[in-house]
């Protein structure tokens, strides 16, 4: 049987005005799409052996709804009297009592007050309403032991970090990394050097067999910041490094001349 135009109407009318009522804890809304099934949600009443617990319900409602009352059976176990352990529900209002003149959001209320006041002259399990007129303890203690079995919601996730605090441990750890970075830098760069010491006479010694030429006459004198060469035509005073070098090389372009001169050979003709 297709749903009628007035049923339409109506479903959306009442999901109007439970934008406008004040469930508290309570929930109810069609599941996805289908205006035709919804979803409850029901807290245990405060100071009744179901508090702390939540109960969760399947509303289905008929085609020429709200000319016949909707279907509601609980999906959470309760240990109740009037209502089953499939969760059927034994209320008058779901029954004879029915008009169209009341809505899904009365319906919901009425079950929340069956939960604190069952109704042990029409039970629905006739076991636990005995208990609860013989035994009112135990009744008690065992629906409190159910709703913490089946009804306890799930504990809260743990709270988010703020952007602010997880903002600070990024930048702590950015910083960390450069300090860490830094380190490893100058620590490769910082390469321990080692100073060798050359002594003026080896070094003047390598000179002279690189360029074959000793100066004559030359006398040293070590243990002094700088050396002084005495040189047969003039003498030229030089110091360790750069002067060394030019003494050298003067040296070098004397005894040149020398070994020229030494070497003319003179022919006469007869």
């Known amino acids: 049987m297709?749903?009628?135009?007035?049923?339409?109407?109506?479903?959306?009318?009442?999901?109007?005005?439970?934008?406008?009522e004040d469930l508290g804890s309570m929930t109810l809304a069609p599941s996805g799409d289908n205006l035709f099934?919804?979803?409850?949600?029901?807290?245990?009443p405060e100071g009744s052996v179901y508090e702390g617990g939540l109960f969760n319900m399947d509303v289905i409602l008929a085609p020429d709804y709200p000319f016949t009352a909707p279907r509601v059976?609980?999906?959470?176990?309760?240990?109740?009297?009037?209502?089953?352990?499939?969760?059927?529900?034994?209320?008058?209002?779901?029954?004879?009592?029915?008009?169209?003149?009341?809505?899904?959001?009365?319906?919901?209320l009425s079950l929340s007050s069956l939960l604190t006041?069952?109704?042990?002259?029409?039970?629905?399990?006739?076991?636990?309403?005995?208990?609860?007129?013989?035994?009112?303890?135990?009744?008690?203690?065992?629906?409190?032991?159910?709703?913490?079995?089946?009804?306890?919601?799930?504990?809260?996730?743990?709270?988010?970090?703020s952007s602010k605090v997880t903002t600070e441990k990024t930048q702590a750890r950015g910083k960390a990394k450069a300090?860490?970075?830094?380190?490893?830098?100058?620590?490769?760069?910082?390469?321990?050097s080692e100073t060798i010491s050359v002594d003026s006479s080896d070094e003047e010694e390598g000179t002279s067999s690189r360029s074959g030429v000793r100066a004559a006459g030359t006398k040293r004198k070590r243990g002094s910041s700088r050396e002084i060469?005495?040189?047969?035509?003039?003498?030229?005073?030089?110091?360790?490094?750069?002067?060394?070098k030019k003494s050298a090389t003067v040296g070098r372009g004397r005894n040149s001349e020398?070994?020229?001169q030494s070497s003319e050979v003179i022919v006469i003709d007869d």
């Open 229 to 244: 060469l005495d040189l047969d035509d003039d003498g030229v005073e030089v110091t360790e490094g750069r002067n060394r």
């Open 73 to 108: 059976t609980f999906k959470t176990r309760i240990y109740h009297m009037n209502i089953s352990e499939r969760g059927d529900i034994c209320i008058d209002i779901l029954k004879n009592n029915w008009s169209p003149a009341l809505s899904l959001f009365k319906v919901l």
């Open 117 to 161: 006041d069952p109704n042990p002259r029409d039970p629905l399990v006739g076991a636990i309403a005995n208990q609860f007129n013989t035994d009112r303890p135990l009744h008690d203690a065992t629906a409190r032991q159910w709703t913490h079995l089946y009804a306890r919601p799930p504990p809260p996730p743990p709270p988010a970090p």
């Open 37 to 44: 099934l919804w979803k409850g949600q029901i807290p245990g």
């Open 258 to 260: 020398r070994a020229a």
């Open 179 to 192: 300090t860490n970075g830094n380190l490893s830098a100058s620590s490769s760069r910082s390469v321990p």
């Open 2 to 20: 297709p749903p009628t135009a007035m049923t339409l109407k109506r479903i959306h009318r009442e999901i109007a005005d439970l934008a406008k």
